[in-house]
């Protein structure tokens, strides 16, 4: 019998388990929720614009991106802020949506404040965070009218994203259609391993039009065998970048991206998600394993801000987003037992919010850890 929560209902509460009471942990969270929402200038991250919008900036580079923002509605969904995600969601279609050009049907990956489009390209990240929060905003909520009809929106916009035609420079698909991967951009034909969630294709594959279903279930099952690929045997790691043969990726001109950094360090994250909702493949808890050991058996802790290769090698170069490394570790151990698994999770639970204008994306991976390790990142 299959153990994942989509099979038995249970999310397992890791917080818990290592003994924090429940109230601290229903504190907590909501805490990180007011902070990140209704914080200061110097703490939050989510403005509300007007009587119905609102928008997520990225701090460290003054803008909206769909990434944060399609963020921000899964946050309010699996916290239950009906109000603050109809707010993001009416501004992302009102200024990020392109309802005509070659990414007709997408969102504008980078928006400033005041709506103003920074570029006209895609980012499929944003994408599939997007549909997946409108599902579960239908399954929790109930659909509306017009952009409210949550389910329908999530329809069509995966619909796009697997059938859109075009070479490259004319706008195509999100999800290359022969491999069933995902592509970084449309634009080229390579991936970024953080963005495979077959968590979340697996629900797609059931919810999507009936005619997309079979692409999905396919590329549910393509992304846990790239992803396989992708993460270095011995440590765990994985770069930002990969090739689709899930090798990393070396640009020339857009500069490194094939080592352990940034963008990457989703990619232990989304697997430890994908172990806890579905438990498809004992190869996940292996890597979430041995990625544990590497960052506590060979590295000192003064060394997790380093930027690393693949294969551990250490650089003289601080990481940009310490404080998501720590989250993403202690969600590796979702679905763990070990000593590694516990040593990580009380670390995190140790460590407070970022604060600074860097602190966007690390306090996005930090309350999507927090949800996770809490029982509280679940399917609606």
């Known amino acids: 019998m299959k153990q994942g929560a989509f099979y038995t209902g249970k999310y397992r509460n890791r917080f818990a388990e290592l003994g924090y009471s429940e109230k601290e942990i229903e504190d907590r969270k909501e805490a990180i929720f007011q902070t990140l929402f209704y914080g200061s200038e110097d703490e939050r991250i989510y403005h509300p614009v007007g009587d119905d919008m609102g928008y997520m900036e990225d701090t460290g580079n003054i803008d909206a991106r769909t990434e944060g923002m399609s963020y921000g509605m899964m946050m309010c969904v699996q916290t239950d802020h009906q109000e603050e995600f109809n707010r993001i969601w009416k501004w992302s279609k009102t200024y990020m949506f392109m309802t005509e050009g070659i990414n007709a049907g997408y969102f504008a990956w980078s928006c400033q404040p005041d709506g103003t489009k920074n570029a006209y390209g895609a980012a499929p990240d944003g994408e599939e965070y997007y549909a997946m929060a ?17 389910s329908k929106e999530a329809k069509d916009l995966l619909h796009t994203c697997i059938t859109k035609k075009g070479d490259g420079r004319n706008g195509r698909e999100m999800w290359d259609p022969e491999n069933h991967l995902i592509r970084f951009i449309v634009e080229v034909d390579f991936s970024d391993p953080s963005y495979h969630l077959p968590h979340f294709y697996e629900l797609f594959s059931r919810w999507a039009y009936e005619e997309d279903r079979e692409f999905f279930k396919i590329a549910a099952e393509e992304s846990r065998k790239y992803l396989k690929k992708a993460c270095h045997p011995k440590t765990g790691l994985n770069p930002e970048y990969g090739n689709f043969d899930g090798t990393p990726c070396t640009l020339g001109n857009w ?29 996940e808890k292996e890597i979430a394993e041995t990625f544990l050991k590497f960052y506590c058996e060979e590295l000192r802790e003064d060394q997790w801000d380093l930027i690393m290769e693949v294969d551990g090698t250490l650089l003289d170069q601080k990481v940009l987003h310490p404080v998501a490394v720590i989250a993403v570790n202690a969600e590796a151990g979702l679905t763990l037992e070990n000593a590694h698994a516990e040593h990580c999770i009380r670390k995190f639970w140790n460590t407070p919010l970022r604060e600074g204008n860097r602190r966007y994306y690390d306090n996005c991976l930090y309350f999507f850890a927090f949800l996770a390790l809490s029982g509280n990142y679940r399917i609606y």
Do not use: C, Q
């Not at 409108?134 to 949550?150: C, K, P, Q, T, V």
């Not at 991206?257 to 232990?268: E, G, K, L, V």
């Open 134 to 150: 409108l599902f579960f905003a239908s399954h929790r909520w109930g659909d509306g009218e017009g952009i409210f009809n949550y």
């Open 255 to 283: 500069g490194r991206h094939d080592w352990y950094y940034s963008d990457a360090y989703r990619t232990i994250a989304n697997i430890a998600m994908d172990s806890n909702w579905f438990d498809e493949d004992p190869w």
